[in-house]
């Protein structure tokens, strides 16, 4: 006797994996259809020449278009076959052993990617140097290497409260503000280094960071958000109305450029090039500018690693399951949550002063909100608490519209006067809304445990809480 | 009445009002060292309201909640901060409705509970960020303890899975793992056996019998199944209205009838016999 369950499959019928001419007439059918709906719509353009008006075709957009949809339904056909498949098909292993979990998605990150991106982003100039032959080539591209691993490094702060500690904190950038205008005001008024700087950058963040967090402390989800969306806008609008300090709206210039260790990087006797004997370029500064971001970005990452393993770090992740029983158990919830703003706040100041370093100049209009709803979306577009999903927020949001201003062949399909820079936040809209269906927690939303006895097992996002403010 | 000579925990005319409602009124009670005291009474008698101002999440509006430690100097719990209840007054307690970190594994859930003795041993996150210190001698002794009350309440096998996966037994006996892994000289359970099959019980009655035993714990839990007070405690409170009715030993509870009267009501045509057996 077969069990009745394997009937099905022996009757002939084993489910096809994908129909092709079935999927291909069908597409062309909608295909067909839109052909039809873009005649009166897309295929004719009044213009107006003068006093007169007449049509110019547009055939090559009706092409592109039809052709959209062509491909869209043949992909749609074939997701929903392999789907379907899947489904009809049973795994040999299904039910009658023990269910082997598959590695969770940051595990499979985890294995390759981490040194993956790691070398990438070591090896980054150099690897720009070789693709765009060139120092000057390389230029824009190390331009935006930069601006990634700043907002990395903010993201992977921010992290530290919102990830780690769950409290959603939407003006993270007043303390990104705080550390710019400390090395922007220190290195111009005392004429202190910038590695002197830094750490003031820091812990002043730090400090302001503390400042939130007292009258914030007892307050949870939206309330919280409300909060600190308004200290954000405080510290800007101060930098903006206390003019004797920060020059208010006209910001500050000619902030002194970073230096290799007391060597500036200038074509002088006593610059870098000639301390080291090579030739100057512009891009050494660049380069040295990278590196910094990196070592800074990696420093946040170590640290918060680290944390994590601390009592202080599992104490933060503790409260963002259960504010009320880690009371029970002796927490000081009040601290615990202080230190969390502190040490975010602390990376945001260093992010902010390197910011500064970079510019040359800051100006209050470089730190409003849309910064913040920014790093915030990279935080939890990346996935909450995890740093390399982080990581990879960054990259994508960060990146991932630079890619438009190359994507000048469009022009050539929709017309000269297209520019795909302009549906930056179309995308961007899209993209949340794509993530906010398939991934709700996050790209890799999986928490790894800090401790384990035996073996480390990834923990599912369905029992770890968001925290509550 | 060995709880009045060596009190662990001294209850004095606390009253706690909400507002209008009077939630406890009135109430003093003692608990003594070393032995299991249960608090019973009907829905919404006002036990749990008792427990929140033990451990610090209500202020009492009057009254007095007086740990006596062992060496004899005594701390007034209403007057310390929530989390210093747990640290300096060493009371744990587990919750009506668990509140593990479900998110977190089971072993991270016990360590969490050690969070103020390594905070100290990682010199407050400074040494520990920079390695140095006795921070990881300190976390492999706190896995032991760990690993301690996770075979006692056999858990051993799932130490690495999280804690929201565990059924619900597991969860409430982890729940007290949790709690006595913060070292306690007084642990406060809030229906430990609420939602266990019989047979999980039992073994909850072993367990709390253990820690006694074996860590001079007292314990003081709110319950409603009767196999468990009647078997394991050495003295009961009965409250019904947030009034203190009847305290005594399980045997003198079980024949109160005021106790009856409040659990099972009273016949109409009864009333006025049992007024006057109870006095009222």
């Known amino acids: 006797m077969t069990a009745p369950s394997t009937i099905a499959a022996d009757d002939g019928s084993a489910p096809v994996r994908f129909d092709l001419v079935a999927a291909l007439k069908d597409s062309l059918k909608a295909g067909a259809i839109a052909f039809g709906l873009s005649i009166p719509i897309l295929a004719f353009k009044t213009e107006q020449s003068g006093g007169d008006i007449f049509l110019r075709p547009r055939w090559g957009l009706v092409a592109v278009f039809v052709a959209i949809i062509f491909g869209v339904r043949l992909l749609q056909h074939a997701f929903h076959a392999t789907k379907a498949y899947r489904l009809a098909t049973p795994d040999a292993h299904q039910a009658t052993e023990f269910v082997h979990a598959e590695p969770s998605a940051f595990q499979k990150v985890s294995r390759f990617g981490i040194p993956f991106f790691l070398g990438i982003a070591i090896s980054f100039p150099f690897l720009i140097y070789l693709i765009q032959g060139g120092l000057d080539q390389s230029r824009y591209w190390v331009d935006l290497g930069i601006l990634i691993l700043t907002y990395v490094m903010l993201g992977w702060g921010l992290n530290i409260v919102v990830g780690l500690a769950g409290l959603l904190d939407l003006g993270y950038v007043a303390f990104y503000a705080v550390g710019a205008y400390s090395y922007a005001l220190l290195s111009t008024t005392f004429g202190l280094s910038f590695w002197v700087c830094l750490p003031l950058a820091g812990i002043l963040a730090a400090f302001w960071g503390i400042i939130l967090g007292f009258p914030v402390l007892r307050l949870r989800g939206d309330y919280l958000a409300i909060v600190t969306l308004a200290f954000g806008e405080i510290v800007r609008l101060v930098l903006i109305n206390w003019t004797d300090l920060t020059n208010g709206g006209a910001g500050i210039s000619s902030i002194p450029r970073a230096t290799f260790f007391g060597l500036p990087f200038s074509s002088g006797e006593d610059g870098f090039a000639a301390f080291f004997g090579i030739e100057y370029h512009g891009m050494q500064r660049m380069i040295f500018l990278y590196y910094l971001i990196l070592a800074l970005a990696l420093l946040t990452n170590f640290v918060t690693m680290r944390l994590r393993k601390l009592p202080v770090g599992r104490a933060w992740e503790a409260l963002r399951e259960d504010e009320i029983a880690c009371r029970s158990l002796g927490i000081n919830t009040t601290n615990t949550k202080l230190t969390a703003f502190a040490i975010g706040a602390m990376f945001g100041g260093f992010a902010g002063s390197f910011f500064a370093v970079r510019q040359g100049f800051v100006s209050p209009e470089s730190f409003n909100f849309l910064e913040s709803a920014i790093i915030l979306a990279i935080v939890v577009l990346g996935g909450m608490g995890s740093q390399i999903g982080v990581a990879i927020g960054a990259v994508v949001l960060v990146g991932g519209p630079e890619i438009l201003r190359n994507l000048g062949f469009l022009s050539a399909v929709f017309g000269e006067s297209f520019d795909p820079n302009e549906y930056r936040l179309l995308l961007f809209g899209m993209g949340m809304v794509a993530m906010m269906v398939w991934r709700p927690r996050g790209l890799i939303s999986e928490r790894q445990p800090s401790v384990f006895l035996k073996e480390s097992k990834a923990i599912s996002s369905s029992h770890v809480k968001e925290g509550h403010g | ?280």
């Not at chain 2, 032995?35 to 006002?46: E, K, M, R, V, W």
């Not at chain 2, 492999?140 to 309440?153: P, S």
């Not at chain 2, 039992?202 to 839990?221: F, P």
């Not at chain 2, 009767?226 to 079980?254: A, C, F, N, Q």
């Open chain 2, 1 to 280: 009445m060995r709880w009045l000579k060596d009190p662990i925990l001294d209850v004095q005319h606390l009253t706690m009002r909400f507002g209008g409602l009077v939630a406890i009124n009135d109430l003093s009670f003692m608990a003594g060292r070393g032995d299991i005291t249960a608090l019973i009474g009907p829905n919404g008698a006002g036990k749990t309201t008792v427990f929140n101002c033990i451990t610090g999440f209500y202020k009492p509006t009057e009254g007095m909640i007086a740990l006596r430690k062992p060496d004899g100097s005594h701390m007034l719990l209403e007057r310390l901060p929530g989390f210093s209840i747990n640290w300096k007054a060493k009371v744990a307690r587990t919750f009506q409705n668990i509140r593990l970190f479900s998110g977190m594994t089971v072993l991270e859930n016990l360590l969490v509970a050690q969070h103020n003795s390594l905070m100290i041993a990682s010199g407050f996150t400074f040494l520990g960020v920079l390695g140095i210190g006795g921070y990881r001698k300190a976390e492999r002794e706190a896995i032991e303890r760990a690993t301690y009350w996770l075979e006692k309440i056999d858990l051993i096998d799932r130490a690495d899975d999280p804690a929201g996966d565990l059924p619900y037994g597991a969860q409430r006996r982890l729940e007290i793992a949790r709690a006595m892994c913060t070292d306690p000289l007084l642990l406060c359970l809030d229906e430990p056996a609420a939602g266990l099959n019989p047979r999980e019980s039992l073994l909850l009655n072993e367990l709390l019998l253990s820690i006694r035993k074996d860590h001079g714990t007292s314990i003081l839990l709110i319950e409603h199944d009767m196999s468990v007070v009647m078997e394991i405690s050495d003295h009961v409170v009965v409250l019904d209205y947030g009034t203190k009715i009847s305290d005594g030993t399980p045997s003198e509870i079980r024949n109160d009838p005021r106790v009856i009267a409040a659990y099972l009501g009273v016949a109409d045509e009864e009333i006025e016999q049992v007024e006057a057996e109870i006095g009222a």
